[in-house]
């Protein structure tokens, strides 16, 4: 049998260079298995709680990119969370059984408290945040979660409210999810540190050929290099870093001429954005070729939803069952 699968996007803005080849090339590896990829649209309301935000523009946003990335729809279930109902139902009924400690402690929660100052967290649902995550992936029995690393806490939290949950009701509902990490290395952001729309620095998977031109022309490069004469140092330049994904065949060369001033950043950049452009340049077809069919985007959100719905509903019952709600 397939592996289950499951893992989720929240819907806060597009996705990034950074999401394509870390969480976006770790989805299209499992999606030949039983894989489900969810929009978060609920998780996303956590933080985007003032009703400022167009939550149902973002998930087609995601739901693009995922296409976008190559993601097959014929291949994997793509839905939006708040489609299945049982993902609140499961999360109500784990609320009971999760002690208030367990999500205090949570370090992605103190982190993103510290981090998004300025916005009203201190809510019941931000703090209950991974409890949804945990209905997320127990509703649909999953065996293997595609995460970045900062989600470990979150599966933690989740292995501990399911054996919690068969401790208490004398049950053997879920399985224990287990991560998939990606291998892929960090991606950096235009300006070397790690590429995140809070920090203005990325390369989106709609940017156009010549956006991104621009963008890597004000790229930060080795900052001690002021003149074309001087030594440079590759190490420490993520334009260099850059190279080592898209040029590989080059790299040796490159490095060399930095070292030996024999060649400028201008001309160094330009030859690794042609080949960034074109690693996106099947990206963005797809993007454009998937953002003139919105008839069948919401056609294939509807099929995913009725086919995670499907799972769920069986789920939610052995529940209410072990629970005692029904007999
Ligand atoms: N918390 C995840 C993130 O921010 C998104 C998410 C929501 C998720 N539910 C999930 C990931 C279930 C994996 C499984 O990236
Ligand atoms: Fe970076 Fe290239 Fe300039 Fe060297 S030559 S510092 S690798 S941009």
């Not at 999760?98 to 009203?120: H, M, S, V």
């Not at 287990?178 to 709609?206: F, H, W």
């Not at 030594?231 to 590989?248: A, E, M, R, S, T």
Request: charge should be positive.
């Amino acid at each position: 049998m397939a592996t289950r699968v499951l893992s989720g996007t929240r819907p806060t803005g597009k996705l990034h260079l950074g999401h394509l080849l870390g969480a976006l090339e770790n989805y299209k590896k499992l999606q030949g298995q039983d894989a489900f990829f969810m929009i978060a649209d609920l998780h996303a309301l956590t933080t985007d709680n003032e009703g400022k935000t167009d939550v149902a523009a973002n998930v087609f946003e995601i739901v693009i990119d995922y296409l976008a990335s190559g993601l097959d729809p014929e291949k994997c279930t793509m839905f939006v969370q708040s489609e299945v109902l049982e993902h609140a139902n499961l999360a109500l009924l784990f609320s009971n059984i999760t002690p208030l400690g367990w999500l205090e402690r949570n370090p992605t929660y103190k982190d993103q408290i510290a981090e998004l100052k300025g916005k009203e967290l201190h809510t019941h649902g931000f703090l209950g945040y991974p409890v949804l995550q945990a209905a997320d992936i127990a509703i649909y029995k999953a065996e293997k979660v595609p995460v970045g690393e900062d989600q470990l806490p979150h599966l933690e939290l989740t292995r501990e409210i399911i054996r919690r949950f068969h401790h208490l009701y004398k049950a053997n509902i879920f399985p224990e999810p287990e991560a998939v990490l990606t291998q892929a290395p960090k991606v950096p952001g235009l300006d070397g540190r790690k590429m995140s729309k809070s920090y203005d620095n990325c390369i989106y998977l709609g940017d156009s050929r010549e956006t991104v031109v621009k963008k890597i022309k004000g790229m930060m490069t080795d900052p001690a290099r002021k003149l074309r004469e001087d030594k440079g140092n590759p190490d420490i330049c993520p334009v260099f870093y850059y190279h080592k994904l898209f040029n590989k065949e080059r790299v040796e060369g490159v490095a060399h001429e930095c070292r030996n001033a024999l060649r400028g950043c201008v001309d160094c950049k330009m030859e690794m954005v042609a080949k960034l452009n074109e690693f996106l340049d099947p990206v963005r077809e797809r993007r454009e070729s998937w953002m003139k069919k919105k008839t069948e985007i919401r056609q294939i959100l509807d099929k995913g939803a009725r086919r995670a719905r499907e799972v769920a509903s069986s789920t939610y019952r052995q529940v209410l069952q072990a629970m005692g709600l029904v007999s």
